[in-house]
């Protein structure tokens, strides 16, 4: 349930905006509307939640749902994976893609088996935890913790959300922070985050944003798509050698393959970063470390 109170305050105002807003409403609309059914958000656990933070950079939230139960099935804390190899982590991640996001998962399960988990102002010391992931970890495993700069979680849809609310195209975390403090006031650090998530995901979309059902309309300078916004274009995956090193490793999760059989550029690329081993005549998924 949400703890917040009813309260007005100022919408950001750089272009002379005297707009009120009622942001009561947001708290009302995520109530309403948030995707409160989604496996990975209704626990506190800082596993559970780091390996739906990990599965969801750059890939859909509907791909990561296909996978993510089975997943937390085989490895349901640190120590599961730890004990397990960097192999059975590859076979279940199956075809999400940018392996390195298992890699680095399996390295931090090795870390917290062995040592514990880091505190939360040391989140960043994971593998593969950059900034954005060590802040959502902080603000979606808290328990009633205020809003505040380390767990801000600026993802792409926080960040448009805030930008739009600014009319701006600014990229400053400081700047973009202001404005999430403001619209995000009598919310908790957890709902705050998933609430202005969702908001940017199904409202204020990058593209043809539902303006009329958002509860922040009466304050936003943009109103709609912002000129100059970010397009990220990413690489075609069909027939890139991102679609060669993919299509090796699920070939692998079945079984060995014979090294005449795979390209010697992939096996090399693959086999620089740890995840596959070879013999004179075949190829593996590698074993990784294993904790004792």
């Not at 959300?161 to 400081?174: E, F, I, Q």
Request: one cysteine or more; aromatic letters at 8%.
């Amino acid at each position: 349930m949400l703890k917040s109170k009813s309260e007005t305050v100022s919408s950001p105002k750089p272009q002379g905006s005297s707009t009120a807003v009622t942001f009561s409403t947001l708290q009302s609309w995520y109530e309403n509307n948030g995707r409160h059914d989604l496996e990975w958000r209704k626990t506190r656990d800082p596993w559970i939640i780091l390996v739906s933070e990990i599965m969801l950079q750059q890939t859909p939230v509907a791909r990561v749902e296909k996978v993510f139960n089975s997943f937390i099935d085989r490895f349901p804390n640190p120590e599961a994976m730890a004990t397990s190899t960097l192999a059975d982590v590859i076979r279940l991640w199956d075809r999400l893609g940018y392996p390195r996001r298992a890699r680095n998962l399996y390295a931090s399960s090795l870390i917290i088996h062995n040592d514990g988990w880091p505190s939360p102002d040391f989140y960043e010391t994971l593998p593969g935890v950059g900034t954005y992931t060590a802040s959502a970890l902080r603000s979606l495993t808290s328990q009633f913790c205020a809003v505040n700069e380390s767990n801000f979680a600026n993802d792409v849809n926080i960040s448009r959300v805030c930008s739009r609310m600014l009319g701006t195209t600014t990229k400053s975390r400081t700047t973009l922070y202001t404005v999430y403090k403001k619209i995000s006031r009598g919310l908790d650090a957890r709902d705050a985050t998933l609430a202005v998530m969702d908001l940017g995901s199904l409202v204020c979309r990058k593209k043809d944003p539902s303006c009329h059902t958002c509860p922040l309309k009466s304050g936003c300078i943009a109103k709609g798509e912002l000129p100059g916004e970010a397009v990220s274009r990413q690489k075609p995956y069909v027939g890139s050698f991102r679609q060669q090193r993919g299509d090796l490793l699920a070939r692998l999760r079945e079984k060995s393959v014979a090294l005449a059989d795979a390209d010697p550029l992939v096996v090399t690329s693959l086999l620089n970063e740890g995840f596959i081993r070879t013999t004179p005549k075949r190829v593996f998924l590698a074993d990784g470390l294993k904790a004792n």
